[in-house]
């Protein structure tokens, strides 16, 4: 017992250690630790406050960029088969001619082109016809309203026996672009 008074200084010293060893610095490390995680979780709130702001910014480019869709929609076709989507023009084309009251001499497709940018397949078409010339005009401008959209690429004509009061006939072949989504899902 004289040698534990004797060091008991040392003893009090050695305490004083094994106290901020085995219960101080675990304390305080679980304080640090706590501390960084709150920081963190603060940090994330902010960055969560800052998109919550901008919500409706975020919402307006959201309209804006499905307006956008929605007019590049109305260009492109939807993803058919080639042979059923070349079938289905034919047909709507023929219609649209019977419609304006104007013969198809010749038709043919010309090589389709895939545009992997735009995700979608060019069809190219040569269309032969004849008939009255007021009535080729009109058809010009119901291809313009199309939809989707039919660009009118190039067209040769040969217009003959006008008069004063008539615009006479016509007669020659027209170009006619495509363009159809690759995909089913766009």
Known sequence: MNELKQHALLLSVVALLVIIKFIYLPISDWQSALYMEIQQQQ??????GVVLSENDELLSQKVKLTQALTVAEQVFFPYQVEADFQLKQQIMLEKILEQHKLKLTRFGWKNSRNLPALSVTHYQLQVFLSG???????????LELQSPYIEVGDFILKVQRQKAQDLG??????????YANNKIDR
Request: without cysteine; aromatic residues 4%.
């Open 43 to 48: 940090k994330k709130l902010s960055q969560v």
């Open 132 to 142: 009255n010339t007021l009535n080729f005009i009109k058809l010009m401008a119901a």
């Open 169 to 178: 006939q016509v007669s020659g072949n027209l170009t006619l672009h495509l």
